[in-house]
């Protein structure tokens, strides 16, 4: 997966997590952020080891 696909992955599942806050899903808004917080985590902690090597 490209950074590009890995960035709209991020981008979408925090929207989907908006969209299912507003509508009263909470505890799917909750996972959705929860998802998209370890994935952009993950992402960034594997751009760092790329910048460091």
Avoid: C, H, P, Y
């Avoid at 992955?9 to 929207?15: A, E, N, T």
């Amino acid at each position: 997966m490209n950074e590009l696909k890995k960035d709209m992955f991020i981008g979408s599942v925090s929207f989907l997590g908006i969209v299912a806050f507003v509508s009263g899903q909470f505890i799917l808004s909750t996972m959705m952020f929860g998802v998209a917080a370890v994935w952009s985590t993950i992402l960034l902690n594997n751009r760092a080891q790329a910048v460091k090597n």
